[in-house]
């Protein structure tokens, strides 16, 4: 595997792999001059045709600090505005030669798509409601930090699944790593075959204090072309997680951007059993070592990717983690 397009891809051992990977790979964050020399020379582009805060500034955060060389590119300014298409894109900065292109869109499978037209390792950070695997492996990531393995775990993951990929790669994800995930949200924000997914579906919050974790989803308002609730007002007096809901043990996590007062409450939000901020900064750890592991491995690209383990520091080159560049 070349790519990372989807947790679909990914068995136990590799979402463990790359967790470890990312746990040596915090350690930069903390230095003084925050960079380790694991990509110098190599190129990475991030195209971004969605809204981003966290994803697009943790990428570029990652590559910055493996060393690597990074392109920004967002629709506004560019040549998408005089009509050049994705394809079109892809294919005029390819001449730029990417290791890697990290890319969002609005359409289900661009990523995949993305694969065939270039040679580079493509990374998907969000393919309409599809899948967003990097934000599943750093919630991974930090619900390990917090509570160790996530075997046995009792994870409720609250609201809009209808519009959601990272529901989609969550419930994977989570479910690989020994969790029992159950979904709950209105009717009409549930998709019908959300079971197949191997999680449990309510339409009520009743049995949310069996919860050890409450993963609460934005309303995706942006994606919503008819009333799927009658009233925001109306979706939080019976979905709102807040502290009437919330047990003092329980943890909650969100993806962000957080819409404060209506799938959550602004003070659970900032209150200690909120992983939102650890969430956001396990992102640059995170994406650190899946541009790595693509990019890195020890017969180069090609055969590189979410491998079997190896130990970083015996068996690979060049070290990724020697002093400050
Ligand atoms: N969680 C997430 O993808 O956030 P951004 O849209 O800000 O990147």
């Known amino acids: 595997m070349n790519h990372l397009l989807s947790i679909e891809e990914l068995d136990r051992p590799a979402i463990e792999r790359i967790i470890a990977e990312a746990a040596r790979f ?19 582009l991030n195209l971004f045709y969605e809204a981003s805060t966290r994803t697009r ?34 294919l005029t900065l390819s001449a730029h030669k990417p290791d890697a292109i990290v890319i969002r ?4 499978g661009s ?9 580079a390792a493509i990374v998907n950070a969000g393919d309409g409601k599809h899948e967003h695997p990097t934000q599943a492996l750093l919630d ?12 046995g775990l009792s994870l ?22 020994g969790a029992r995930v159950t979904v709950a949200g209105p009717p009409t924000l549930i998709p019908r075959d959300m079971e197949t997914l191997g999680c449990e579906v309510r339409h009520t919050l009743d049995e949310l204090h069996d919860a050890d974790v409450v993963y609460a989803l934005r309303m995706q308002q942006e994606r919503m072309t008819q009333a799927w609730v009658p009233s925001l007002r109306e979706y939080a007096t019976w979905y709102q997680v807040n502290a009437r809901r919330l ?14 007062g209506v799938e959550i409450s602004g003070e659970l939000v900032d209150s200690p059993q909120s992983l939102i901020s650890a969430q956001v900064e396990a992102g640059v750890a995170v994406r650190m070592a899946v541009l790595y592991e693509l990019l890195a491995g020890a017969s180069g690209p090609a055969s590189s990717s979410l491998r079997p ?13 020697p002093q400050p560049a």
């Open 111 to 119: 990523a995949e798509l993305v694969t065939r037209w270039c040679s």
């Open 309 to 321: 383990a190896r130990p970083l520091r015996s068996q690979r080159q060049p070290d990724p983690h």
């Open 57 to 90: 500034s943790s990428f570029e955060l990652a590559a910055k600090r493996l060393s690597a060389d990074v392109v920004n590119f967002a629709p506004s300014g560019s040549s998408v505005e005089k009509g050049e298409s994705l394809k079109d894109t892809v």
């Open 247 to 260: 047990r003092p043990r329980q943890l909650l996590m969100h993806p962000g951007p957080v819409n404060r």
């Open 140 to 151: 991974v990531y930090t619900l390990r930090g917090r509570l160790g393995a996530l075997d």
């Open 105 to 108: 869109t609005p359409w289900v």
């Open 26 to 44: 915090a350690e930069v964050s903390e230095r003084a001059v925050k960079k380790v020399p694991a990509l110098r020379g190599r190129m990475i």
């Open 156 to 177: 409720w993951i609250v609201g809009d699944l209808a519009h959601s990929r990272v529901a989609r790669s969550n419930i994977l994800a989570f479910t690989r790593m």
